[in-house]
Structure formats: C-alpha cells, structure tokens
C-alpha cells in the first residue's frame, strides 16, 4: 500500500544528501505508518516532523536519516539512542544490524514503544528514565544518537562512547540547534562537527533543560 509512497521519500532523501545505502534500505524496510497515529497515516512518508502526543514529534525523516548516517552504523554496532519517541529511530537502527539501547523519560510513550518494538519483532533494549546521563550498564556504545536538543554536550555520553564511536546530538537553544558530531578519537580525545538549522524539542533531565 505504502511502496510507491516509500520510494517517493527515498528519492528525497537521496536529494537532500544522503548517500549510504544502508540508511536508504532501512528506510525502505521500515513502515513508518506504523509509528504514529493511524489518523496521520497518510502522512507517514512525507518528509516532514509529526505529533505523536505528550508534546513530542516523530522527527523528519530528513532528519533521522542524516543522524543515521553521521553514525556510521555498522551490523553488530552497539548504539544507545537518547529519546525513544515513536520508535522509529530505533526500528531503523536495528534494521542495519545494530544492537540498539534505547531510553524515553515519558513513561507513556516508553510503553507504547516498547510494545510496538515486541510486536514488530524488534531486539531493541528499552529503559524509561533520564537519557540526558545515558545508560552506563551497557557502556561503551559505538554511537550514541540525542533525538532532542541539549543546552550541552552532556559529559555522561561522552564517557559512554567507545573509542573510535560517535556521538550525534543537537546543541544549542530550546527551539533551535546546531546538530554536533562528536568522534571519539582517543581516551579524553575527540574530534568535533556541526551542522546548523536543527529544530528538535528539549532534551530535559539532569544534563539538559529543566522542566518549564
């Protein structure tokens, strides 16, 4: 029902950079209508950020995509994801092959994830609490992707990356960020990226914003 509306998407993901064909099939793999509302189904493979409720969003598909292909993922790559949401990033990362680690602090959407994840067959490891200082029983991580905007780069993520992993998460403002790539390169050595004009809701918890 979805596949012309899929490779309609895939055209322009293509369009706006990215390159790997890893990240290009996963997307291809993955029903993105089955992680949101089914009244907004209609809408799953446009590229734009969509309302799932409790004041988040599944973010662009643009977006997801160029996250993914920032962290190099490799099949057997252990990666934590700071943000469950819809689950969508999640799925897309497991289906290159990635052993995923996931953390969501709204429990409602915590749930949600996780039942969807059991129901589509995807090992995703899921924990609900604050993401913003990771999840230190399963470190070190090969990547580590912040689906919301931090104030800063928290120095709990860094000290969860394996060396050689990279770290993808948007700094700055409560409503806009540049999305910062960190690679780490050695023990308390790392390289940095940035990309501008990123707009993802705040990442909240001990090492992000606080609450309004």
């Known amino acids: 029902m979805f596949t012309s509306a899929k490779k309609i998407l895939i055209k322009k993901l293509q369009k706006n950079g990215i390159t790997d064909n890893s990240v290009l099939e996963a997307f291809l793999k993955c ?23 409790y004041g988040q969003t599944i973010s662009q598909p643009t ?3 160029i996250m993914t292909q920032y962290a190099k993922i490799q099949k057997g ?16 990362l497991a289906t290159m092959g990635a052993k995923v680690f996931t ?3 709204e429990y409602d959407l915590f749930l949600m994830a996780r039942e969807k ?9 899921t924990k609900w609490g604050d993401g913003s200082i990771g999840w230190n029983e399963f470190a070190p991580y090969d990547a ?3 689906t919301a905007g931090s104030p800063s780069i928290p120095e709990p993520l860094k000290n969860q990356l394996a060396i050689g992993g990279r770290l993808i998460i948007p700094v700055g ?4 960020q540049m999305m910062v790539i960190i690679h780490k390169t050695g023990q308390n050595e790392f390289s940095k990226t940035e990309l501008p004009n990123f707009a993802f809701v705040p990442l909240l918890g001990k090492e992000g914003w606080t609450k309004k």
């Open 31 to 53: 029903d993105r209508h089955k992680f949101i509302p089914e009244a907004m189904s209609h809408f799953a493979y446009e590229d734009t950020a969509l309302h799932i409720g």
């Open 63 to 65: 977006t997801v995509a």
């Open 77 to 92: 790559d252990r990666v934590l994801e700071i943000g469950t949401g819809s689950g969508f990033q999640g799925a897309i």
């Open 103 to 105: 953390v969501e602090r």
């Open 117 to 125: 994840f059991d129901k589509l067959g995807y090992g995703i490891q």
């Open 144 to 146: 580590i992707l912040v």
């Open 173 to 176: 403002e409560r409503d806009s």
